[in-house]
């Protein structure tokens, strides 16, 4: 039963968290437009999309895990009444972000190997790989906006990013329709039209979350674009110490799932477009659980900046609490309708009812996968992060892909299961690492009780 403390603790946790599902759910929308329009045109449009977005994501995550160290920070700062670390702390993260997007921009421009390696059908190895260039881009633009976006949200400032975001993907609309479908006299360039209308679109968050820092008053005392400082290679060694190994565990989170894409590669056009389907419908549902859990990361973050461990606990477990309801009513809204969403993707009938199946084998990690994204995100608040990312290598990676690979292609009891095998690896993986980091989440927040 659901007790008037429960609500206490959890109330102003979803306030926190529905700005932050409202972004998140605006940017993710962004694929999921470019998956619907590419998949209008063609399958092999939609699968370059699919693969190019397997090297993608995990760079994305990779490089968004890493800035996500600030938003402790900040909401630490914050909690104790040090507000004027944060000029520095933001600059310090600029920097970071410059280094891993020219990394970032490395691999996406020199793509086409890693599809050749894995077998890719070689005309949606082309197109992904021209995607990606396309969609290099934006990688600026999207770094910077994910520095100032992790200042606004552990300062408890998560509606402008839910506006901007918005706005964002009303632009990445009309961008794509223009550019896939060679409209109003542009070219028709299909999959790369797609990465050209993103990094457009990433383009305009990013001056409008610099617009909005630069004159809303509260953030005019931190002075962010001004006195601009050379990298400080102690407080980028502490930033990288907190936050690398929060986008290791991101990146290898994400890649446990984009990598399935390159595996199978190979399978051809409708396999490889069914699970790009059902990644991308289960990716926008997933948003909901990680938005609560960086809401706790800002709520445990300034409870402990505040000197308030025991509360800091309780908000942890009842935001536990919250995201295993949560992720029950995800679970039947998924196996409900799942048959209707996968024909809004593509008329294809093989690739619906692949699609369809993929998604029920989904239903049943979302409890897992809902109490594993936020007990990280309640353990990033005590910024407890490396060992999280050991838990997350072992799960995702030896037991999810490993395991779905043994499944999906190897000699196991039930015969090779394809790509089905690799989701019921993400069924195992999720499911040990949801556990271990319960564990990590207890220990860790015991510690605190008497500091």
């Known amino acids: 039963m659901l007790t008037s403390r429960f609500w206490l603790y959890n109330k102003p946790l979803l306030l926190l968290a529905l700005p932050l599902l409202g972004a998140h759910l605006a940017q993710t929308g962004m694929g999921v437009v470019d998956t619907l329009m590419a998949g209008r045109l063609s399958a092999v449009d939609l699968a370059a999309v699919a693969v190019g977005t397997s090297v993608f994501a995990p760079i994305m995550l990779l490089i968004f895990g890493t800035l996500l160290a600030v938003t402790p920070l900040v909401a630490r700062a914050d909690?104790?009444?040090?507000?004027?670390?944060?000029?520095?702390?933001?600059?310090?993260?600029?920097?970071?972000?410059?280094?891993?997007?020219?990394?970032?921009?490395?691999?996406?421009?020199?793509?086409?190997?890693?599809?050749?390696?894995?077998?890719?059908?070689?005309?949606?190895?082309?197109?992904?790989?021209?995607?990606?260039?396309?969609?290099?881009?934006?990688?600026?633009?999207?770094?910077?906006?994910?520095?100032?976006?992790?200042?606004?949200?552990?300062?408890?400032?998560?509606?402008?990013?839910?506006?901007?975001?918005?706005?964002?993907?009303?632009?990445?609309?009309?961008?794509?329709?223009?550019?896939?479908?060679?409209?109003?006299?542009?070219?028709?360039?299909?999959?790369?039209?797609?990465?050209?209308?993103?990094?457009?679109?990433?383009?305009?968050?990013?001056?409008?979350?610099?617009?909005?820092?630069?004159?809303?008053?509260?953030?005019?005392?931190?002075?962010?674009?001004?006195?601009?400082?050379?990298?400080?290679?102690?407080?980028?060694?502490?930033?990288?110490?907190?936050?690398?190994?929060?986008?290791?565990?991101?990146?290898?989170?994400?890649?446990?799932?984009?990598?399935?894409?390159?595996?199978?590669?190979?399978?051809?056009?409708?396999?490889?477009?069914?699970?790009?389907?059902?990644?991308?419908f289960t990716t926008l549902l997933f948003m909901v659980p990680l938005s609560l859990g960086m809401a706790l990361t800002v709520k445990v973050g300034h409870l402990l900046g505040a000197q308030k461990g025991e509360a800091a606990r309780e908000a942890a477990w009842k935001g536990m609490q919250l995201a295993a309801l949560i992720a029950l009513i995800s679970a039947g809204f998924m196996a409900v309708s799942a048959p209707w969403v996968v024909q809004l993707y593509t008329p294809n009938f093989q690739v619906q009812e692949l699609a369809t199946s993929l998604i029920l084998l989904a239903v049943f990690y979302q409890i897992s996968d809902a109490l594993q994204v936020n007990a990280a995100g309640a353990l990033r608040g005590y910024k407890d992060t490396r060992i999280v990312m050991l838990i997350t290598l072992l799960a995702y990676w030896i037991i999810g892909l490993g395991g779905g690979w043994w499944l999906a292609f190897g000699d196991n009891p039930w015969g090779p299961q394809g790509v089905r095998g690799f989701w019921y690896g993400l069924i195992l993986g999720l499911s040990f690492a949801a556990a271990l980091l319960l564990w990590r989440l207890d220990s860790t927040s015991r510690r605190y009780l008497d500091a």
């Open 79 to 280: 909690g104790s009444g040090e507000t004027q670390k944060l000029a520095s702390l933001l600059h310090q993260a600029s920097w970071v972000s410059l280094v891993m997007i020219f990394l970032a921009w490395l691999v996406m421009s020199n793509s086409l190997w890693v599809f050749n390696f894995m077998q890719v059908d070689p005309e949606v190895a082309r197109l992904a790989a021209a995607y990606l260039k396309a969609l290099a881009w934006g990688l600026p633009a999207l770094a910077f906006f994910q520095v100032l976006r992790c200042l606004c949200e552990g300062l408890n400032h998560a509606r402008p990013i839910l506006i901007i975001s918005f706005l964002g993907l009303l632009l990445n609309i009309p961008a794509n329709y223009l550019l896939i479908y060679g409209k109003a006299g542009f070219p028709q360039l299909g999959a790369v039209g797609c990465g050209y209308a993103t990094a457009l679109s990433f383009w305009f968050m990013a001056l409008m979350i610099s617009l909005y820092v630069h004159w809303q008053p509260r953030y005019r005392a931190f002075q962010v674009f001004s006195r601009w400082q050379m990298p400080d290679l102690n407080q980028i060694g502490q930033l990288l110490w907190l936050g690398l190994p929060i986008g290791l565990a991101i990146f290898v989170e994400a890649s446990l799932f984009t990598t399935i894409a390159l595996f199978i590669g190979g399978l051809g056009e409708v396999v490889v477009a069914g699970h790009q389907i059902a990644f991308n």
